[in-house]
């Protein structure tokens, strides 16, 4: 298997579309409409085995000095290989090209992240001045790290972590 990881092209959402959609019916990850995929694509990575995406995640600027790790996600049979790390690798890589100094995720997977360095927090990782700023967000992402309750449904049983870079 030879693995390339590269920004992700809009021609690449009908497989990361796939990715998303194999987690959103685990309940795993939130399913994203097809139109919000190509409008963020230019935040995504994609791991590439050939011509095949075996996995995806994107980097979410929310303000000057924080990110969020988002839709990281890895093909079943490539689990365990090291694809979600060196995907997480190149995101944090790219948070650092972008001057950010923490990164946030809301995540199942805690152990996964855990290994990477993110510590669970309680809460909103931003200021109350921030948050107040935040709550303009039509962002989905936005509203569930907020922990807004019209998005309580949808991240019950996930936890928030931090890493500072």
Known sequence: MSITIRPAHPADVRQIR??????AEGKRLLSKATVTLYE?????????????????GALHV??????EVR?????????G??????LLGALLNRARQLGIERVFCLTFETEF??????????????PPEVYQQLLQ?????VAEMLGLERVKPNTLGNHRMLLHL
């Open 40 to 56: 963020d694509v230019q935040e995504f990575m994609v791991a590439v085995d050939g011509h095949v995406i075996i996995g995806c």
């Open 71 to 79: 839709t990281l996600a890895v093909a079943p049979q490539v689990l």
């Open 137 to 141: 967000s039509y962002d989905e992402g």
């Open 113 to 126: 992240f855990a290994r990477h360095g993110f510590e669970e927090i309680d809460g909103a990782p931003v």
């Open 18 to 23: 796939l990715l998303v959609d194999d987690y």
């Open 62 to 67: 929310m303000w000057e000095d924080l990110a």
């Open 81 to 86: 290989t090291g694809v979600g790390s060196k």
